[in-house]
């Protein structure tokens, strides 16, 4: 399981409708636990979606996971909530409305929570990857931009837009349709997270074009 890979999926047995602070105790022990496994090597920790929020959650209230984690990768999240969810919830039931939908909300308490204390900022070196046509995480352009992480404690952090991947670079053919989902399938994830670990340097966006 841990021989010569350079990555291992780990399923937490949580469950994404669950409440997200159920999940990130999941995430805080995995961390841990895995470490010790690898005989307390740093660890490279990717995630996808909600469970970001949960991975950032762990790195701020269980400060052991920061000692053991060398870099975070963050793959379409939504580090400051989404307004999506007020399309959603409360309208519809609870089988479209789930706890976990709920708490990522633009404004909920979870995710002013996460953000209060310099949440908003990594705690360990990070690189958020996101799209612009993100049919959960909204907004995904600018500034303000819900994947975007701060840099106050200079560990370094890179958000990469994949609007970067045009013509001949890494995203060619999935411009204007790189959703949640499909942002995990295109070409650039994989140079951003793969090359970088590979060479033991930190992840940037200088591989996210194939020229």
């Not at 669950?18 to 995430?27: C, H, I, K, P």
């Not at 400060?63 to 519809?92: E, M, Y």
Request: net charge negative; proline share 5%.
């Amino acid at each position: 399981m841990f021989g010569k890979d350079a990555a291992q999926a780990i399923d937490l047995e949580a469950k994404p409708a669950m409440m997200s602070l159920v999940n990130v105790e999941y995430v805080a022990y995995a961390i841990n636990y895995i470490s010790t496994l690898c005989a307390d090597k740093l660890l490279a920790v990717i995630s996808w979606s909600q469970d970001d929020l949960s991975t950032q959650w762990a790195l701020k209230y269980w400060p052991s996971t920061r000692a053991v984690v060398k870099d975070f990768i963050a793959i379409s999240t939504v580090f400051h909530g989404t307004v999506v969810r007020l399309l959603v919830c409360p309208s519809l039931d609870l089988v479209l409305c789930t706890p976990s939908l709920w708490q990522q909300g633009w404004n909920t308490e979870y995710i002013r929570t996460l953000r209060g204390d310099g949440g908003d900022a990594a705690y360990v070196p990070t690189t958020t990857v996101y799209s612009t046509f993100d049919e959960i995480g909204q907004p995904m352009s600018g500034p303000n931009a819900s994947a975007i992480l701060g840099d106050v404690r200079r560990v370094g952090v890179t958000n990469v837009i994949s609007s970067l991947s045009a013509g001949a670079h890494a995203g060619a053919g999935f411009e204007g349709s790189v959703g949640t989902e499909s942002l995990l399938l295109i070409a650039v994830a994989g140079l951003v997270l793969y090359k970088p670990q590979a060479l033991g340097a930190p992840p940037n966006m200088d591989y996210a074009s194939l020229e």
